[in-house]
Structure formats: C-alpha cells, structure tokens
T-cell receptor, first 115, second 111 residues
Framework: DAGVIQSPRHEVTEMGQEVTLRCKPI?????LFWYRQTMMRGLELLIY????????DSGMPEDRFSAKMPNASFSTLKIQPSEPRDSAVYFC?????????????FGNGTRLTVT | SQQGEEDPQALSIQEGENATMNCSYK?????LQWYRQNSGRGLVHLIL?????REKHSGRLRVTLDTSKKSSSLLITASRAADTASYFC???????????FGQGTRLTINP
C-alpha cells in the first residue's frame, strides 16, 4: 500500500501564476478530501468527493480555486491566479467509503509558497 | 468556525510522564477521532470513539468522550520522545460525511 501520493512536495511560484496540485488516493478508496493548513486558520476542509463527484465545496475560498476528480485514481486542485495569501500546506486525504466511522488517510502534503 | 477546539495549545512534559489533551466540540456527532501529525508530514489516524462509547483504549492511548459536555480527552501514558508531535481531534456532524479538525495541541516530550 503506497499511501496517498501528492505532488509536488514543494511549490514556489509568483503571484498571478497558475498552480496545480495533484493527488493519487489509495486504490479502492472512493472518498477524497482536500484540506489546507496554515498557522492562523489550522486545517480547513476545502472540498470533498464521493465516487469522483464533488459533494461539498463550501470550503473553497473563492472562484480562483477549483478541484476536479476525473477518475478514481486522480484529483487536482488548481489555483488561478495565485496570491500570497494562498501560501499554505495543502493536504489530500482519502478513505475507503463515505461511512462516518471510516478514518482518513493523509498524504504528506504540498507546501505552496506564493511570492 | 472549527468544530473541535483542543486545549492546551501547547504542552511540554518530561519523558515518562503522562500527557493529557482535551477537545471540545459544538454540535452532535457520530464519532470523534484523534490524529497525530509529525513535523512536515500528513496526519495519521490514532483512534476513533463512537458517540455511544465513553472510553476506549489502544496501547498507551486512552480516549474518553462525554457527549453531555461535548468534550473528549486523549491521554498518552508513559510518554516517549517519539510522541513529540501535534495532536488533533476531528468530528463529523451527525449526517455529515466530512471531518472537521480542531487547531491541535503541540506536544513536546523532553528526554
């Protein structure tokens, strides 16, 4: 079991540029979550998918953020255009199903720095 | 706002001592989960306690849940330097599939 795989591990970009973060969930997991972590706001849920369908995107900060899950083994989180306040660690997590007693498996995150 | 809030924000103890962290939440839940995060890594699931359970053990971990007070505690007994990490509680609102995390407690175990 390779775990949840995120890429890149680090991303440094200039304000205004497009940023794409990638996630490969654990095989067989059909729920996927994107979180953002900052010192000030802690862990914030951005969006989650069940069976590749977005269920709740109420945590997406604004229209500059978008997420897709074209198939069960891949998801992207895109920021366009990026701003310095988007600097954070972005985590992807997956779990076997949508059951409430199912724990999340996290990737090691992408540290995004927007200058 | 966050569903769960941990207390204290930071805790520093000597190796071998017990560490207790608390979590309070706001709405009814199906379950409460505790996670650990080592520096520069993702969160790792530790233990889950259901809303109809009051106490649960796993190795050196002991979790309690008081639904009347909407609070939980995580006790780590006989702490080790390797327990140094941040600890988060996470809750789901009843009927919700998403997990909402608290701000976490930074635990430092001094050798």
């Amino acid at each position: 079991d390779a775990g949840v795989i995120q890429s890149p591990r680090h991303e440094v970009t200039e304000m205004g540029q497009e940023v794409t973060l990638r996630c490969k969930p654990i095989s067989g997991h059909n729920s996927l979550f994107w979180y953002r972590q900052t010192m000030m706001r802690g862990l914030e849920l951005l969006i989650y998918f069940n069976n590749n369908v977005p269920i709740d995107d109420s945590g997406m900060p604004e229209d500059r953020f978008s997420a897709k899950m074209p198939n069960a083994s891949f998801s992207t989180l895109k920021i366009q255009p990026s701003e310095p306040r988007d600097s954070a660690v972005y985590f992807c997590a997956s779990r076997p199903d949508s059951a409430w007693n199912s724990p999340l498996h996290f990737g090691n995150g992408t540290r995004l720095t927007v200058t | 706002s966050q569903q769960g809030e941990e207390d204290p924000q930071a805790l520093s103890i000597q190796e071998g001592e017990n560490a207790t962290m608390n979590c309070s939440y706001k709405t009814s839940i199906n379950n409460l989960q505790w996670y650990r995060q080592n520096s520069g890594r993702g969160l790792v699931h530790l233990i889950l306690i259901r809303s109809n359970e009051r106490e649960k053990h796993s190795g050196r971990l002991r979790v309690t849940l008081d639904t009347s007070k909407k609070s939980s505690s995580l006790l780590i007994t006989a702490s080790r330097a390797a327990d140094t990490a941040s600890y988060f509680c996470a809750t789901d609102g009843k009927g919700a599939q998403k997990l909402v995390f608290g701000q976490g407690t930074r635990l430092t175990i001094n050798p």
